[in-house]
C-alpha cells in the first residue's frame, strides 16, 4: 500500500509564487521550489511535472480564486439588473488597500513567451466577456466597463499606478455608471 501524501499542492504553488517574486518566472525551477517548501525534489514533481506545469498551475490558481471572489459577488447580486459587471466592479473595491501583486508582473514575463499559459488566460477572459455580455442590459456599455475595470486592474496589480483612495472609489463609481448605461445597443461582433 503506498504511503499517505502529506504534502498538498497549495504549499507546491505557495513556494513557487515566493520563487517568482524573488527570483522571477525565468529563473524558477523545481529545485528553488523544493528548497522553498522544505520539501524534496520528487515531492515538487509529483504534482508538478514540469517548470511549465508548475507555472501553469500557479495561474490556473489564480484564475480560479478571482473566479471564485467573483461568483460569490455576483451571487449577492442575484435578480439584480447587470449583476455579472456589478459583481465584478465589487470585487475590484477590494483591491483598494492590496498592494501590486509582485508575482503578477513576473508572470507577464511568462506568459509573453507561452502560447498555451496565452491561451490559458485567453479562455480565463473570453469567458468574462461572454458572461457580461449575455447578462447586461446594455452589451456595448458593460464591455466598455469590462475594459475599463481590467485596465485598472492591470494598472494596480503590476504596480503602474497608485491612486488615492477617493480617487480609486471615483473611478469604480465611474465605471459602474457607465455599465449601467440605458440603451440597446448590441454587443460588437
Known sequence: MARPRTIDLDRVLDAGERVVIRDGASNLTLDAVAAEAGISKGSVLYDCKSKHALIQAIIERKIATEDKKTE????????QKNAEIRGRIAVAAGWLGEEAEPVAL????????????????????NQALTKVADTSENPRAALVALLALEGLRSMHLMGFHKWSPAEFT??????ERIAMTQGDSPAPA
Open 170 to 175: 471615483g473611478l469604480l463609481a465611474e465605471i
Open 106 to 125: 513576473q508572470l507577464c514575463s511568462a506568459l509573453a513567451q507561452d502560447e498555451d499559459l496565452q491561451c490559458l488566460v485567453r479562455a480565463s477572459v
Open 72 to 79: 460569490a459577488a455576483v451571487a449577492q447580486l442575484s435578480g
